[in-house]
């Protein structure tokens, strides 16, 4: 049975490239931690081939993906992340643009995966608002460019023999149009000189569905760009988001800001493009795009070479009683296991080969010995997806009402559905920060009441420090393949080995008291040494492959 750490689902190819990009707001939550922990986040960029979020404020490693970040320099403020399924990782390449912009990075991915006739440049964009500390900074120091003029300048020298997508939070409203309306009385002018061509040059829908009617002046420039490049804008023209649905969810009211921009060759190869559920870790919600059309790719090497099985369920041994230990020599009388172990006395061991399939025989008999004669241990329950224990019921029941009085005033704006919604979600938050308080309180109260150190209470308050361990599937067996490797080459021709054993026996022969060590290092090992250093064991270790 194939198990992927760390929660990493597996690839299953279906002939479409599915797209995420997220405002996250913040890669950490005040009380809850790593949003890359929580279900509302895996559930949603798990779901993708390719992933882009913005405003991440620290370098990201999500399970199952190959993540490539970009900070700003001296600012907490901003971040993005690109994020590719080390399956795809073949077609995809990255582009430097963190010399251009630290909030702009690109890939390409190649056209064997689209089935395109070119290849796609992907841009991932966080234009933050102008008045932001990071943008006020820049402009007093004199280096200050817009982004969308930068961007425009990627999409010319990266850009110019690509298709593309642009996408991210771009802080641009811009009604429901869908190109720059200073070009389209251009278009109309030379429509009415005759030229005809000019119609398949731009699209042909000037625009779009939106629920955000405003339309402010980095919108402008943004819908310039869009005509510019021959490009359409997917929300609200697009199956899936037929209505134009609000992507920002502030206090101050709700917005479209957050974009999927593609090339107009682009657009019969888009499945849909869909603005998912508003969640509480963001005040954005997620944009899925799906291409469709695209082939399916080879699973990686790694994942066709190397199987992971589940580590298999320990055994009670009663060590009090010595049940155990007569159940275990009873069991060994009989005829199946006598069987085996003649079977294994008889093998020879002539290869490496030979050594491997006499420990997998010894190993298995060892387990068949076990499973019929001594109790299994239980399956220890699957722990819940949020580590916070102190994250209870009430904390549970206040999170959905936040999540129906979000959904409410996405869907039904008002004064009145805003306020709701707010107020709900400040005594979620108090509730929070009293039950996380209440919790370490009474834990470290625990611990400074015990006579001793209390190390279970210490071990308890350090895993909530602890990060997650960032290895998944893909590092795992890169870290086999890598050792496996390296032990299968010679350390050192056999002519330097021998001649090592040669002084080696010189200097023994010198040494008087080499021998008794020697004759010390060479006796056989005894049943109580054994029984020894296996009750010195840690919990949880096993005494078969690795011993």
């Not at 582009?95 to 992907?122: F, G, M």
């Not at 000019?198 to 002046?217: G, I, M, P, V």
């Not at 019969?268 to 969640?279: A, C, L």
């Not at 109790?375 to 994250?391: H, I």
Request: glycine share 4%; charged share 25%.
């Amino acid at each position: 049975m194939n198990s992927c750490p760390n929660g990493t689902s597996k690839y299953t190819p279906n002939g479409k490239l599915r797209i995420v990009s997220w405002n996250i707001h913040d890669s950490n939550d005040r009380y809850m931690g790593s949003k890359t922990a929580l279900k509302c986040f895996t559930d949603t960029v798990m779901e993708s081939d390719i992933f882009c979020l913005q405003e991440t404020k620290n370098n990201l490693k999500v399970p199952g993906y190959k993540c490539f970040n970009s900070e700003r320099p001296d600012s907490r403020s901003g971040g993005i992340c690109l994020g590719v399924r080390h399956e795809l990782l073949p077609f995809v390449s990255q582009v430097k643009t963190n010399k251009a912009s630290p909030d702009i990075q690109a890939v390409v991915i190649s056209s064997r995966l689209t089935n395109l006739p070119k290849d796609t440049l992907l841009v991932n964009i966080y234009d933050s608002p102008d008045n932001s500390s990071y943008k006020i900074k820049l402009m007093s120091e004199g280096r200050y460019e817009e982004t969308l003029e930068t961007l425009k300048n990627i999409l010319q020298s990266h850009g110019r023999d690509r298709l593309f997508i642009l996408c991210g939070d771009f802080n641009a409203r811009t009604g429901t149009e869908n190109s720059s309306q200073s070009t389209d009385d251009d278009v109309l002018d030379e429509l009415r000189n005759g030229n005809f061509s000019t119609r398949s040059t731009l699209n042909s829908e000037s625009f779009r569905a939106s629920r955000d009617r405003s339309l402010n002046q980095r919108g402008k420039k943004l819908l310039d760009l869009v005509t510019a490049h021959n490009s359409k804008i997917l929300n609200g023209a697009t199956f899936g988001d037929v209505t134009g649905e609000f992507t920002c969810v502030t206090y101050n009211g709700l917005s479209v800001v957050d974009y999927f921009i593609a090339s107009c060759d682009i657009l019969p190869n888009i499945s849909s493009m869909n603005v998912k559920e508003f969640t509480n870790i963001s005040d954005h919600r997620p944009l899925l795009c799906v291409l469709q059309g695209t082939a399916s790719p080879s699973l990686d090497y790694i994942e066709r070479t190397l199987k992971f099985q589940d580590k298999p369920n320990g055994y009670r041994w009663n060590k009090s009683t010595g049940s155990s230990n007569e159940a275990f020599l009873a069991s060994q009388n009989h005829p199946r296991i006598r069987q085996k172990m003649s079977d294994i006395c008889s093998m020879d061991c002539a290869s490496p080969e030979d050594v491997i399939n006499l420990n997998k025989a010894l190993v298995n008999t060892i387990y068949d010995t076990a499973s019929s004669s001594i109790e299994k241990k239980k399956q220890p329950r699957r722990k819940a997806f949020n580590k916070n224990v102190w994250f209870d019921s009430d904390c549970r029941n206040e999170k959905r009402k936040v999540r129906k009085l979000g959904k409410q005033y996405c869907k039904y704006p008002s004064a009145t559905s805003r306020d709701r919604f707010y107020a709900q979600k400040k005594v979620y938050r108090s509730i929070l920060k009293e039950k996380r308080r209440k919790f370490f309180a009474n834990l470290n109260q625990k611990i400074a009441d015990g006579k001793s150190i209390n190390w279970d209470g210490l071990n308890e308050l350090r895993s909530f420090n602890s990060k997650p361990n960032p290895m998944d599937l893909y590092d795992l067996a890169n870290f086999y393949n890598f050792f496996k490797e390296l032990y299968s080459k010679k350390t050192l021709p056999l002519g330097t080995i021998e001649e090592f054993k040669i002084v080696y026996s010189s200097r023994a022969a010198e040494d008087t008291t080499t021998g008794s060590l020697t004759e010390e290092l060479n006796r056989d090992i005894t049943e109580d040494e054994l029984a020894s250093l296996i009750c010195k064991l840690k919990n949880g270790k096993a005494t078969s492959e690795n011993c």
